[in-house]
């Protein structure tokens, strides 16, 4: 008696077994698909969300490993497509998360589960979502909002051979640097409903030529008063990615000196802003109005940063500020004051390149390779050895304060400079300095002979270069294999600090355009490497 009038409604003949009637039933309940994406790391993931209405109480349902943002949904999209003038269907209504593996989380999937439950009440047709990737927030009002990743999950889309992504309007510009893909920009959930059913198509979004961006503006070097001696050593460490240590009392222009280095850096290729946007993009921390970023990152934590802030973490792991300084600057001032063990958790990635996060639901590795610019006060007070101002600090405090920095974290450091005060003469004089454009230029040519020198191995630059590569293109003469003999004994050198002496006179002796390492080069590079009492002078 149950199934009679569902066969009825079906227009069909009458069944003639139980079995008949059921298949009957279930082939008319109406199962809509649309496809979403999830991050995992810096990874996309296609997600399919299926949508299914049965009889029974009216209510929503989400299944497939949602967080809360995610179940929280339920109460968004409800509001949306009302107000939107669309109708919820008064049914129960079932969304699962395929596959259910991959635990899903933000609010992304909101304009996904709409528009099923609009295909599921037969309020859209499927076809229209044929070979779509949709993401969107929706507001209550049915607006929709920003949301983070688009950029990997787009190209994902386009991997995967989806040919249409549906995104926010705020972030169809970065939609549209994967190319060959139809950028669809959303405001609301009333306009991209006109939109499928063809009444007012939405215009899709003009593709973005990544080479036609800017470059933001940077401080240069001409602005930064004398210290000529300090610009020197940042210009060798741009050239072959060697980590700097400035020491010099408060005010002398460390930090200013640091914030200059990206302007004298290599400019970022399209892949590699391709591949800086895309950490930002997750960690939602692009600018705004900036689809991609062009300019070498600069990243400065306050040193009460925790160790996850600093290399990443959370139950699902988000990118760090050591990610965030991907193949940039990252500037830790006043390096004493971070934690022993924020501190040590850097040592890995100076090395690796790369920082990797094990949980319980598995491992993540993200890219790290930074360039590390530190600073630092001689004492507390911080005019330890300053001419014109006395310290006020015992020995025993200096001491303590100058230990607070681990010895592994000192030998992987390769240039170690002294900041001195400068004279009022310099800071008086209306000339200006060399500008960052023409070191760059001379960084450029220096980067540009170590790929020529590395060419088909995974070395990019001096300071990655293993003991293979140290033993074939860093050999000295005989005067320089004594000085670097006598340098060992007097400064109590370690393995590490005898390749990355050697590593940093190969950088000298490439902005010198010089085939052979001189022991000029190798004096220089010895100047930058710490005594034993590397702070007190």
Do not use: W
């Not at 076809?127 to 049915?142: A, I």
């Not at 050591?322 to 850097?346: C, K, N, T």
């Amino acid at each position: 008696v149950f199934f009679i009038p569902a066969c009825k409604f079906t227009g069909m003949d009458k069944p003639q077994s139980f079995d008949e009637i059921f298949i009957i039933i279930y082939t008319n309940r109406m199962l809509a698909r649309v496809f979403s994406c999830a991050v995992i790391g810096l990874e996309g993931v296609i997600v399919e969300v299926e949508v299914d209405t049965s009889g029974g109480q009216p209510g929503v349902v989400i299944v497939g490993l949602p967080d809360t943002a995610v179940q929280e949904s339920r109460e968004r999209v409800h509001s949306a497509i009302r107000n939107a003038g669309l109708s919820f269907p008064r049914r129960k209504v079932t969304v699962n998360l395929a596959p259910a593996a991959v635990r899903k989380e933000g609010p992304a999937y909101d304009l996904p589960i709409a528009l099923g439950i609009l295909v599921a009440a037969e309020q859209l047709e499927q076809n229209s979502l044929d070979d779509t990737l949709v993401l969107g927030e929706l507001s209550l009002d049915g607006s929709v909002r920003h949301v983070r990743g688009v950029l990997p999950m787009t190209a994902v889309a386009r991997r995967e051979g989806f040919r249409r992504v549906i995104v926010p309007a705020e972030d169809a510009s970065e939609a549209a640097l994967i190319p060959e893909m139809e950028v669809i920009p959303v405001q609301d959930l009333a306009g991209l409903y006109l939109h499928l059913n063809g009444s007012q198509p939405i215009p899709a979004q003009e593709t973005i030529d990544p080479a036609d961006l800017e470059v933001a503006v940077q401080t240069d070097f001409r602005e930064i008063k004398g210290q000529e001696h300090v610009k020197r050593a940042l210009e060798v460490a741009a050239a072959g990615g060697h980590n700097v240590l400035m020491v010099g009392p408060p005010g002398v222009g460390k930090t200013l000196l640091a914030r200059a280095m990206p302007a004298i850096l290599p400019r970022m290729s399209i892949e590699e802003a391709l591949d800086v946007t895309q950490i930002y993009s997750i960690a939602d921390q692009l600018p705004p109005g900036i689809p991609l970023i062009r300019s070498r990152p600069f990243r400065s934590p306050h040193h009460t940063i925790s160790h996850a802030g600093l290399v990443g973490g959370g139950n699902i792991p988000h990118p760090g500020e050591i990610s965030l300084a991907h193949r940039g600057v990252l500037f830790l001032d006043e390096l004493p004051e971070f934690g022993p063990r924020v501190l040590e958790v850097l040592r890995q990635p100076i090395e690796d390149k790369v920082v990797t996060i094990s949980r319980a639901q598995g491992t993540l590795t993200f890219p790290a390779n930074f360039q590390l610019i530190t600073a630092m006060n001689p004492c507390p007070c911080g005019y330890y050895g300053d001419p014109v101002k006395p310290c006020t600090c015992s020995s025993s405090t200096i001491t303590k304060y100058q230990k607070r920095i681990s010895g592994p974290i000192l030998d992987r450091i390769d240039i170690h400079i002294q900041v001195p005060r400068v004279e009022f003469e310099k800071m008086n004089d209306n000339r200006v300095g060399e500008s960052s454009d023409a070191i760059r230029q001379r960084v450029e040519t220096a980067r540009q002979l170590q790929r020529e020198r590395f060419n088909g191995t995974t070395v990019a630059c001096n300071s990655e270069m293993r003991p293979a590569e140290i033993r074939k293109f860093c050999l000295l003469d005989e005067t320089g294999s004594n000085l670097m003999k006598a340098a060992s004994s007097q400064m109590q050198l370690s393995a590490r600090a005898h390749h990355r002496i050697l590593k940093l006179a190969r950088t000298i002796a490439d902005l010198a355009a010089s085939e052979a390492i001189t022991p000029i080069h190798l004096a220089e590079a010895l100047q930058y490497r710490p005594r034993l009492d590397m702070l007190a002078n």
